[in-house]
T-cell receptor, first 113, second 111 residues
Framework: DSGVTQTPKHLITATGQRVTLRCSPR?????VYWYQQSLDQGLQFLIQ???????AKGNILERFSAQQFPDLHSELNLSSLELGDSALYFC????????????FGPGTRLTVL | GENVEQHPSTLSVQEGDSAVIKCTYS??????FPWYKQELGKRPQLIID?????GEKKDQRIAVTLNKTAKHFSLHITETQPEDSAVYFC??????????FGTGTRLKVLA
């Protein structure tokens, strides 16, 4: 157990819908990262927050947004869902904003039908 | 933009043999190079990392080497065991900037 929690574990929804994925970082970690992993694919970096502020952006679609709250938990919002958005979404946390070990949560598996 | 190339994409070795996975990064300012192991259906976990002021680091059967001039770093696993079978990801990071992950190597250790 890495200490990073993600909810829900599984999510099944329809095209066009909107969902929210939630992540709680390890105690003491200020950075949160979001990744998308499609079947048999690598880890696509979406976005990073550090102590409530957006720090870096990857290939995140405009339909996706995220935020980190004062208690440091983070939410990833996915809207106007398409079939291709089906994937495993990982959240990771680290102590600092960059060159540190990242601790991954168990992931949320999103299925868009 | 920055990227990290990782080779090979799949690797099969006999149990007891060594495995080597190589990564090349493009951002010369990168200074932190972690390796993650992801077993089937599980989360990625750090197995070893190296910083730019070090050329090599070992931890039991696992070692990482870094060549900053060539912008290469490699993961070496000796005396492979079936439980080493997994997908391995390299990454490169610069200061407070984001990680860039490689595309992954699926390692199969044949008993």
């Amino acid at each position: 157990d890495s200490g990073v929690t993600q909810t829900p574990k599984h999510l099944i929804t329809a095209t066009g819908q909107r969902v929210t994925l939630r992540c709680s970082p390890r105690s003491g970690d200020l950075s949160v990262y979001w990744y998308q992993q499609s079947l048999d694919q690598g880890l696509q970096f979406l976005i990073q927050y550090y102590n409530g502020e957006e720090r870096a952006k990857g290939n995140i679609l405009e339909r996706f947004s995220a935020q980190q709250f004062p208690d440091l938990h983070s939410e990833l919002n996915l809207s106007s869902l398409e079939l291709g958005d089906s994937a495993l979404y990982f959240c990771a946390s680290s102590v600092g904003p960059g060159e540190n070990e990242q601790f991954f949560g168990p992931g949320t598996r999103l299925t868009v039908l | 933009g920055e990227n990290v190339e990782q080779h090979p994409s799949t690797l099969s070795v006999q149990e007891g043999d060594s495995a080597v996975i190589k990564c090349t990064y493009s951002d010369s300012a990168s200074n932190y190079f972690p390796w993650y192991k992801q077993e089937l259906g599980k989360r990625p976990q750090l197995i070893i990392d190296i910083r730019s002021n070090v050329g090599e680091k070992k931890d039991q059967r696992i070692a990482v080497t870094l060549n900053k001039t060539a912008k290469h770093f490699s993961l070496h696993i000796t005396e492979t065991q079936p439980e080493d079978s997994a997908v391995y990801f390299c990454a490169a990071s610069r200061g407070t900037y984001k990680y860039i992950f490689g595309t992954g190597t699926r390692l199969k250790v044949l008993a």
